[in-house]
């Protein structure tokens, strides 16, 4: 059987998607990566998932269901952490349990890197593993990551500068996916709104914002939300925030409120968290949306 | 939090503190935590900011809580919790992490209790643990005797009766006194020849299953329908690992779990995750006869356990009962629920 991999297109994706595609492209596997979210993948990964997990656990679901009959390897890395001071929420350190509990995949069709920034040895560990269950050496292995490194951190694309209007802060595999984030992100363009997103920060500023939170915000993703809220609001081109997160998810759950209580409410700017679910009627969403840009403006009127 | 608060609080009284303890959970407690927290956060969080809201009503001018550090939303209660109680009050929040918890209780209660010297400080918190693994042991005893005895109620009231005993304790001695007496007492009331009963795993979230408020009082309800009830989670046990075992670099909850859990899960997901799934397997390997999984709802460690259990009953065919608890639930729901369950497993047991 050739070897070829596939990569669901969610959760970390949209973060790391570049650099894993280009890891294993270096290494000659061909990648395929499931395409863009539709109803259908959803409602899929619904049906599949345990009622009560996230939305965007359940899109995953749904996501690597798709790749399960065109790839022989699925590639699920376990990111426990991978910023020293930070934690990630539970699911994603049980992200391959899930997906191997959930379609009883046996284990070597599951590429498995395991990343936790407190052990040492980690990165070369992840490496040896992802080469190792596609037939590479460690060292090749390496010395494509190196190349797809390279290759991912040039083209990122956060330069601190958006002239905008409108923060749109979120989770970025909420934000970048069409279904969810993308959605509000796209009513916001169609009323000619200029919008920013966490995105348009370098990761660096946005954690040296979040450290200055007192008691420190420990989830990772969290963190850097909670240091996008701060320089949103503080920065003076801002006219609004638009906080979205899911329903179910742990950590926003209580870090929205906290930045609710010490940020927002303090900020005097207006701002509106909008949760989203997977039940369908996007005219809740549209509704608030439009009603918050309403509020934008005749603020800026005043 | 169930029986882990009289303890505490008469380790805080010897050392001269007064204590005001917020009343018994009930349901004015449920509506005054829901109603000062954010909808989407778990039922603990709910619970304990009604708990602070009252001892605050009794006059309490400081609280004591627990935070840990992790994946799970636990090691995120206090910071939330302290910004909103801090509104239009003054409020000393003292919050203790689970991973360095004897060194931070020994400190807050130097701050405390000024007065109480080093040796006092230690003596009363190596009794308060010593009390809290007396409560697991008659706890277990009464999960062990109550289904075997004729009238299984007062079984459970000899474990009421011997819990307030032992909470008052003033000295090692006096401890295991009380529980070997009451253990003892339990024993008898039980036949030697009785019959094997139905073995059911507790198994979930620490909070759930420890408040009886919050789990609806299953054990009891087990025990009264004839069922022997194993409960993985134990405040003492708890207490002893996490204050002197891994304080001494004894304990590693990860390493003890993990093991136990292979092949269905082979990572610390925070919380109670790897050890519901870890216990579930022992169980099923054990012959137990059900699984009961407890949690609150939206329990980002337990979901993502959910996912092993759900395979592990299958693989092993066993009946699995799933109880996702909010400030919704209701005593007859969960009762309902149970009792179909325990009707499944005794005729399942009958059949084969």
């Known amino acids: ?302 | 939090m169930g029986n882990m608060s009289a303890p505490v609080r008469h380790m805080l009284e010897s050392l001269a503190v007064e204590v005001a303890e917020a009343p018994p959970i009930s349901r004015r407690t449920v509506e005054l935590g829901t109603l000062h927290s954010p909808e989407g956060v778990c039922l603990p969080y709910k619970l304990n900011m009604g708990n602070f809201l009252e001892g605050l009503e009794r006059g309490a001018d400081t609280i004591v809580t627990m935070c840990g550090a992790g994946k799970c939303r636990f090691g995120f209660y206090g910071a939330v919790q302290q910004t909103a109680l801090a509104k239009g009050r003054e409020v000393a929040f003292c919050s203790l992490d689970t991973e360095r918890l004897l060194p931070d209780m020994y400190r807050f209660l130097r701050r405390a209790a000024p007065a109480a010297g080093r040796l006092a400080v230690a003596g009363s918190i190596a009794l308060a643990v010593k009390k809290l693994r007396a409560l697991d042991a008659l706890n277990d005893a009464k999960n062990y005797f109550g289904p075997r005895a004729d009238a299984p109620q007062r079984i459970i009231d000899l474990c009421e009766y011997g819990a307030g005993e032992i909470a008052l304790a003033d000295s090692f001695a006096e401890v295991n006194y009380s529980r070997d007496l009451i253990a003892g007492v339990m024993g008898s009331y039980c036949r030697a020849d009785a019959p094997q009963p139905p073995r059911v795993a507790l198994v979930g979230e620490f909070y759930v299953l420890l408040e009886p408020y919050a789990n609806h009082w299953i054990e009891n309800a087990l025990i009264r329908q004839g069922v022997e009830v194993k409960k993985f989670v134990r405040a003492g046990g708890w207490a002893y690992a996490k204050t002197l075992l891994q304080t001494f670099g004894l304990f590693n909850e990860e390493r003890e779990y993990l093991e136990q859990a292979r092949p269905y899960f082979s990572h610390h997901v925070g919380g109670d995750g790897l050890k519901s799934v870890g216990t579930s397997l022992w169980s099923a390997r054990q012959g137990y006869d059900g699984i009961i999984h407890a949690f609150p709802f939206g329990c980002m460690p337990e979901i993502v356990a959910q996912y092993a259990l759900k395979n592990i009953v299958a693989d092993y065919g066993l009946p699995l009962l799933t109880l996702s608890i909010d400030e919704h639930a209701s005593d007859v729901g969960i009762a309902t629920r149970l009792e179909a369950f325990v009707d499944c497993i005794k005729r399942k047991k009958n059949v084969t």
């Open chain 1, 1 to 302: 059987m050739t070897i070829s991999v596939g990569i669901p297109r969610a959760l970390l994706f949209h973060e790391f998607g570049e650099l894993w595609q280009g890891f294993f492209t270096n290494l000659g596997i061909p990648v395929s990566v499931s395409a863009a979210t539709t109803k259908t993948v959803l409602d899929r990964g619904a049906s599949l998932a345990v009622d009560e997990s996230c939305l965007p656990l359940k899109l995953y679901l749904g996501h690597a269901e798709s790749l399960l009959g065109c790839s022989s390897h699925l590639f699920v890395p376990r990111i426990a952490c991978y910023h020293r001071d930070y934690y990630l929420c539970a699911k994603f350190a049980g992200l391959p349990d899930i997906v191997r509990n959930t379609f009883g995949l046996s284990a070597d069709r599951l590429i498995v890197p395991d990343v936790d920034g407190r052990r040492p040895l980690c990165g070369i560990n992840a490496v040896r593993t992802a080469a190792g269950a596609v037939g590479r050496s460690t060292f090749a292995g390496l010395a494509s990551l190196r190349r797809a490194l390279a290759a991912w951190r040039a083209q990122s694309r956060a330069d601190g500068t958006a002239g905008a209007k409108v923060a749109v802060i979120g989770h970025s595999y909420i934000l970048h996916d069409p279904l969810l984030g993308g959605e509000i992100l796209a009513l916001l363009a169609g009323r000619n709104v200029a919008t920013a997103t966490p995105d348009d920060i370098p990761a660096g500023e946005l954690y040296a914002e979040a450290k200055k939170f007192a008691p420190a915000v420990h989830w990772q993703l969290s963190a850097k939300l909670a240091g996008a809220t701060r320089h949103f609001a503080l920065r003076p081109d801002i006219a609004g925030l638009v906080l979205v997160s899911c329903f179910g998810c742990g950590p926003d759950s209580l870090v929205n409120e906290y930045l609710e209580q010490r940020v927002l409410k303090a900020c005097g700017k207006p701002y509106v968290i909008i949760s989203l679910d997977e039940h369908t009627g996007r005219a809740g969403v549209a509704t608030r949306v439009e009603a918050f840009w309403d509020l934008v403006e005749w603020r800026r009127r005043l």
